[in-house]
T-cell receptor
């Protein structure tokens, strides 16, 4: 079984500042890890995913995440926030035998201030 | 960018009524999913569908729920007799394959309000 915990339901960041969204997972099998973003009135859009290989994963819009097995973490970062990054961000996990059956975290709402 | 489309975007229904939520997956995709998000709660997996049958379902997906692909393009979720607790955003998703190289694409969601 897999589960995800996202620390912080709301994060406020200044434009140009570092964005850091925390995600910890639990999984009894090697996990597949995802970050999705939901802009207002839109669907869930994949930012990036980790399946195997390189543990630092680069995604769209300048985001990246690092899989740290020892810390069971998959934190999402972006060096410099833009106003357009205001959205809700979801971390999710699945297992190799359950592709498509994602377990989502509760989500983190990001507010970007000028 | 390919997209999954869902209709209606918002539906209000009386408790006990049947509701059908419709989805048009991306055209060459073979795997289909429904998820839901009750207000203030996590997005939850409901069901996966492949080759015209359910592959996996969660404990939420009880006998009042059903899915089908009636015409080879639409993918529908039917709730037979709605309850107040069925009020949620329902997301349809699709993927071309079931391996790690594939991306799961989500629609914009259908917001169901049961009154």
């Amino acid at each position: 079984a897999q589960s995800v915990t996202q620390l912080g339901s709301h994060v406020s960041v200044s434009e140009g500042a570092l964005v850091l969204l925390r995600c910890n997972y639990s999984s009894s099998v090697p996990p597949y890890l995802f970050w999705y973003v939901q802009y207002p009135n839109q669907g869930l859009q994949l930012l990036l995913k980790y399946t195997t290989g390189a543990t630092l994963v680069k995604g769209i819009n300048g985001f990246e995440a690092e899989f740290k097995k020892s810390e069971t973490s998959f934190h999402l970062t972006k060096p410099s926030a833009h106003m357009s990054d205001a959205a809700e961000y979801f971390c999710a996990v699945s297992g190799p035998d359950s592709w498509g059956k994602l377990q989502f975290g509760a989500g983190t709402q990001v507010v970007v201030t000028p | 960018e390919p997209e999954v489309t869902q209709t209606p975007s918002h539906q209000v229904t009386q408790m006990g009524q049947e509701v059908i939520l419709r989805c048009v997956p991306i055209s060459n995709h073979l795997y289909f999913y429904w998820y839901r998000q009750i207000l203030g709660q996590k997005v939850e997996f409901l069901v996966s569908f492949y080759n015209n049958e359910i592959s996996e379902k969660s404990e939420i997906f009880d006998d009042q729920f059903s899915v089908e692909r009636p015409d080879g393009s639409n993918f529908t979720l039917k709730i037979r007799s709605t309850k107040l607790e069925d009020s949620a955003m329902y997301f349809c998703a699709s993927a071309q394959g079931r391996s790690s190289g594939n991306t799961i694409y989500f629609g914009e969601g259908s917001w169901l309000t049961v009154v």
